[in-house]
Every structure is written in C-alpha cells, then in structure tokens.
C-alpha cells in the first residue's frame, strides 16, 4: 500500500449533473478526511470519518453533497446537480491517530461546465 | 485553532537553507505547530509538526521559539525539488481538523 488513492483524477461534467468520486485510504488508517482546494487558495476542510462514522461535517458541504465510508474502509464523496461553484480540487486523506500527520491523496479535479 | 501569519513568497538558492518563518502570536498551550507542503497538482505533503521542543527529522527542522508565538521551518540543503507552497497550520491536539491558510510559495533557484 503507497498511499491515499483517489478516483477518478480528472472529471469533467455538465452543469445539474451528478458525480461521485472515490477515495481508498492507506489500509491501516481508521481516519479518513475530505477536503476542497479552489484556485490559488489553501484546502478547506470539508467532512471527517472516524472508521465508518461521519463525526464532523463542515458548513460548506451543503445539502448537495454526500459522503459516505460504509465499511470503514474507502470513501466515496457524491455532488448532486452539480453547480459551477463546485469546480475545485477534491482531495482525500487519511491517519492513524489524531497527532500524526495526514497522509492526502493527489485529489480529483472537478470541472463544471 | 490559532491563525497564523506567513509571508507570501520566498526565494531561495538551491543548496541553500530555506528558513521559513510563521507567526503564531495567539497559539494556546495545547495547540501543535504543524508544517505540511504541496508541489504543484498535489496533494498537501506532511512535512513535521512539534508542540514545545524543536524538532528533526529527514525532511526538515523546526524551530519553535521558547514562547511559542512564532516557528521556523528549516529545509537544511534545498534542491528544486523544494519548489512548493508551505503551510504552518496550529491545531489542538486531539482535534480532527486542520485549518490551512495562504502558505508561502517557497521558490528554489537553481
């Protein structure tokens, strides 16, 4: 296991579409994070897994969106009708404990047209 | 969590120590320095992260001041593999986020 990985790298849809996107964490890592990087900004956080519970979610993940780790293990983030705000860098990930370091994925690029 | 303050953008000649700076004048007791990097169409990078002590490891150094209201990220031998933008990020122990700021765009020249 080499890391976060993150699926697909490159999405590209039309505005009021829906998209999904994957995140497979390292193996041994119970915590899981989201978060969204916009253009020349820092990320923002947006949802946090404790093994298959959602125990933080940021204001910025609107009604629109939703995340979900079923079995503790991958995550998947859904955006339902995707709006042209939404295009941004979605990036994954993950750690062992709550002092360490995270571990990030290479993110998903989101492009609404 | 503490804000912190970096500057904007730094230069810095390869084989050179990049020393950067951040300033955390309201960070609490039980608040980390945290120090994470992203090289262009990346994911942030886990750099170091230390509470009291300076700390070392292979990628770097940090130096926290005896009040620690301010810290310093030490990159001892820079290469243009260093070319990144540079997040100081105070964050409570035991909490789950982390809060990014603007960073410094650390540009190594060759």
């Known amino acids: 296991d080499t890391g976060v990985s993150q699926d697909p790298r490159h999405k590209i849809t039309k505005r009021g579409q829906n998209v999904t996107f994957r995140c497979d964490p390292i193996s041994e890592h119970n915590r899981l994070y989201w978060y969204r990087q916009t253009l020349g900004q820092g990320p923002e956080f947006l949802t946090y897994?404790?093994?298959?519970?959602?125990?933080?979610k940021s204001r910025l993940l609107s009604d629109r969106f939703s995340a979900e780790r079923p079995k503790g293990s991958f995550s998947t983030l859904e955006i339902q009708r995707t709006e042209q705000g939404d295009s941004a860098m979605y990036l994954c990930a993950s750690s062992l404990d709550l002092e360490g370091g995270y571990t990030f994925g290479s993110g998903t690029r989101l492009t609404v047209v | 969590d503490a804000k912190t303050t970096q500057p904007p953008s730094m230069d810095c000649a390869e084989g050179r120590a990049a020393n950067l700076p951040c300033n955390h004048s309201t960070i609490s007791g039980n608040e980390y320095v945290y120090w994470y990097r992203q090289i262009h169409s990346q994911g942030p990078q886990y750099i170091i992260h230390?509470?009291?002590n300076n700390e070392t490891n292979e990628m770097a150094s940090l130096i926290i001041t005896e009040d620690r209201k301010s810290s310093t990220l030490i990159l001892p031998h820079a290469t243009l593999r260093d070319t990144a933008v540079y997040y100081c990020?105070?964050?409570?122990?035991?909490?789950?986020?982390?809060?990014f700021g603007q960073g410094t765009r650390l540009t190594i020249n060759p």
């Open positions: 897994f404790q093994n298959e519970a959602q125990l933080e």
């Open positions: 230390g509470l009291k």
């Open positions: 990020i105070v964050r409570v122990g035991g909490a789950q986020k982390l809060v």
